[in-house]
């Protein structure tokens, strides 16, 4: 997309000199390899047979449904109509194959008015760790697996508002004026509708919703023994008897629902799943190569993404463009979903740079492409849940005290691991300047517990065993006596004494301690895994630590013995060989 908008600026620059174009800027050459083209674009391409069956297929679903209705002669809507547009795209297979053309009808919602076209557009997804832990879940209970895709996800719903748009230029009905009778893409309250839709048809068949601090969009019916997280138009599905799961397909059916997909749970959310007998290994290797494809990223490897900690722009530093800090923030977001997803190996580098979104710099944006480099170099990599007979879940905290040469403010790193992998990685700036690193650590633990007590949750959703109390692993002996209330009152005055709902927030441990909900345990700092979450490490520490967090693909494995069979000396290689053996 970076190539095709370059090309398309100097087209317009060549353009209004009033110079020829260029073979280089020919209709040819930017038609060629574009999977997003407008309507006139299609036309002039080769597979334009293809775009048009796709439209044709699209047009027909919308009317079969009802969608709309032609406004009777001399009925006025009394405002003014939407506009439309026609958006197509190809849709691609990991390994870059085209999947299928999808063309899509939407409407330009940037044009409703509040209060007159729509009111409420709060729509809830799934947590992605969710979906993690129910792929994970279920290979410990010996669970199936699916996915559903819903076709047409978000023209079920039956609009409540009085909603006009302009008849599409496909449908070559001229200037006619429609009424909306369900939803469309493109409407704010588009993404509502379908939950909502959702919600009702699932509650219908008996399904029960998992309470609000846990998951709004994760159902279980216990008669059946079925799971659903949704997550827009996909449903992630575990179960134990495949006739269970026919009947809720049949009975969403006979709700009017299609299903453009109903497969293995191998992919999802953008995320590939490869699951054997013992194990489930979760990555992203094409999110990386988009990514630096994208971004033209040089294909230089680096051995760890962050070195140090990042100053603000300085005066004599180039201030950014806006559309330089729009690529800033793209590209921040392309891997801050990387490192919430499936490499919290990352989640350090990202969310420190993210601190600089007000006010980048040339500076700031080599650090994200470092990062990228070093995505590059390991993007075989990901998180990896196997099945095990020991302890299921394991806590990690640890905090690096006044890291931040901006602010002096420390930063809180914590992990949950699920069947030893990283289920939730977080990475946060603590919102005080706090005055030791015990203190700090002491801050630490409040917003770890509140996410221990969200698993716990979960947990107890799903019927999985979760310890009581739940041990926290911290590598601060002070803070652990501090939040057992064992330290003395000159260490703790002074959060009370600064302002009240600091004191309650950071004593809230306390309460957690002393109720038996959880438990702190002194570990030694090289085996506390979060870590990596807190400060730039040394190439060797970071390596030590990232091993903790992420494994290979069976596959990069297997590439690799080779390799070293091929190419490696008996001494060392052979030790190497036999360790990525057992990791396969």
Same mark, same amino acid.
Request: aromatic letters at 12%.
């Given at each position: 997309r970076a190539w095709a908008r370059k090309?398309?600026?100097?087209?317009?620059?060549?353009?209004?000199?009033?110079?020829?174009?260029?073979?280089?800027l020919s209709d040819e050459i930017l038609l060629s390899d574009w999977d997003g083209p407008s309507l006139d674009w299609a036309k002039k391409r080769d597979d334009w047979p293809q775009w048009l069956a796709a439209i044709k297929r699209e047009i027909d679903q919308l009317e079969a449904r009802g969608t709309w209705r032609e406004l009777d002669q001399g009925e006025d809507p009394g405002r003014r109509p939407l506009g439309t547009k026609l958006v197509l795209k190809i849709k691609r297979h990991p390994d870059g194959s085209i999947d299928k053309y999808k063309a899509r009808l939407t409407v330009q919602g940037f044009l409703q008015r509040y209060g007159v076209d729509y009111m409420d557009t709060t729509s809830p997804v799934t947590h992605t760790s969710t979906v993690k832990f129910l792929k994970a879940h279920a290979l410990q209970m010996g669970r199936k697996t699916k996915v559903f895709d819903f076709a047409g996800a978000f023209l079920y719903p039956t609009l409540r508002d009085d909603i006009y748009m302009r008849?599409? !230029?496909?449908?070559? &009905?001229?200037?006619?004026?429609? /009424?909306?009778?369900?939803?469309?893409? @493109? #409407?704010?309250?588009?993404?509502?509708?379908?939950?909502?839709?959702?919600?009702?048809?699932?509650l219908s068949i008996g399904f029960?919703?998992?309470?609000?601090?846990?998951?709004?969009?994760?159902?279980?019916?216990?008669?059946?023994?079925?799971?659903?997280?949704?997550?827009?138009?996909?449903?992630?599905?575990?179960?134990?008897?495949?006739?269970?799961?026919?009947?809720?397909?049949? !009975?969403?059916?006979? &709700?009017?629902?299609?299903?453009? /997909?109903?497969?293995?749970?191998?992919? @999802? #959310?953008g995320l590939q799943f490869d699951t054997t007998k013992d194990s489930v290994f979760i990555s992203?290797?094409?999110?990386?190569?988009?990514?630096?494809?994208?971004?033209?990223?040089?294909?230089?490897?680096k051995p760890t993404p962050i070195t140090k900690w990042h100053e603000k722009r300085r005066e004599d530093e180039p201030k950014f463009t806006a559309t330089e800090v729009t690529q800033y923030l793209s590209l921040?977001?392309?891997?801050?979903?990387?490192?919430?997803?499936?490499?919290?190996?990352?989640?350090l580098a990202v969310f420190h740079l993210a601190s600089f979104c007000a006010d980048p710099c040339e500076r700031h944006y080599d650090a994200l492409k470092h990062i990228v480099q070093?995505?590059?170099?390991?993007?075989?990599?990901?998180?990896?849940?196997?099945?095990?007979?020991?302890?299921?879940?394991?806590?990690?905290?640890?905090s690096d005290w006044a890291g931040c040469p901006n602010t002096r403010k420390s930063t809180s790193g914590y992990l949950l691991k699920f069947m030893g992998g990283p289920l939730l990685a977080v990475s946060k700036r603590q919102k005080n300047v706090t005055l030791s690193s015990c203190e700090a650590e002491y801050c630490t633990f409040t917003d770890c517990a509140k996410d221990i007590l969200w698993?716990?949750?979960?947990?107890?959703?799903?019927?999985?065993?979760?310890?009581?109390?739940?041990?926290?692993?911290?590598d601060n002996v002070t803070a652990k006596h501090m939040a057992e209330g064992k330290a003395k009152l000159n260490r703790t005055k002074h959060i009370d004494a600064l302002r009240k709902h600091i004191g309650v927030k950071y004593h809230f441990i306390r309460e957690l301690v002393d109720f038996n909900v959880l438990s702190l345990t002194y570990v030694?700092?090289?085996?506390?895994?979060?870590?990596?979450?807190?400060?730039?490490?040394?190439?060797?520490k970071f390596h030590s630590a990232a091993t903790k967090l992420l494994n290979e693909s069976a596959r990069a494995c297997r590439l690799t013995i080779a390799q070293h069979t091929t190419l490696g000396s008996v001494g060392d290689n052979a030790i190497r060989i036999a360790r990525l053996a057992s990791t396969a």
């Open positions: 090309l398309i600026k100097r087209r317009k620059e060549t353009r209004s000199r009033g110079e020829e174009l260029p073979a280089s008849a599409p !230029e496909v449908l070559g &009905k001229g200037k006619v004026v429609l /009424k909306l009778l369900k939803s469309l893409y @493109g #409407l704010k309250q588009a993404s509502r509708e379908w939950f909502l839709a959702l919600q009702e048809a699932l029960v919703q998992a309470p609000e601090g846990v998951d709004k969009c994760l159902f279980y019916h216990e008669e059946l023994d079925i799971y659903i997280s949704a997550y827009v138009d996909d449903s992630f599905c575990s179960y134990m008897d495949e006739k269970n799961l026919e009947y809720v397909i049949e !009975e969403l059916r006979k &709700k009017k629902f299609e299903f453009s /997909k109903i497969g293995e749970f191998d992919m @999802g #959310l992203q290797p094409s999110s990386v190569e988009f990514i630096k494809n994208e971004f033209q990223v040089s294909d230089i490897t921040l977001g392309s891997l801050s979903h990387l490192g919430r997803m499936t490499r919290p190996d990352i989640i070093y995505l590059v170099g390991t993007k075989d990599k990901g998180i990896y849940f196997r099945k095990t007979k020991g302890e299921l879940w394991e806590f990690y905290c640890d698993a716990k949750g979960l947990a107890k959703f799903f019927k999985c065993p979760f310890p009581e109390p739940a041990e926290l692993r911290c030694d700092t090289t085996q506390n895994e979060s870590d990596i979450l807190t400060k730039p490490l040394a190439r060797t």
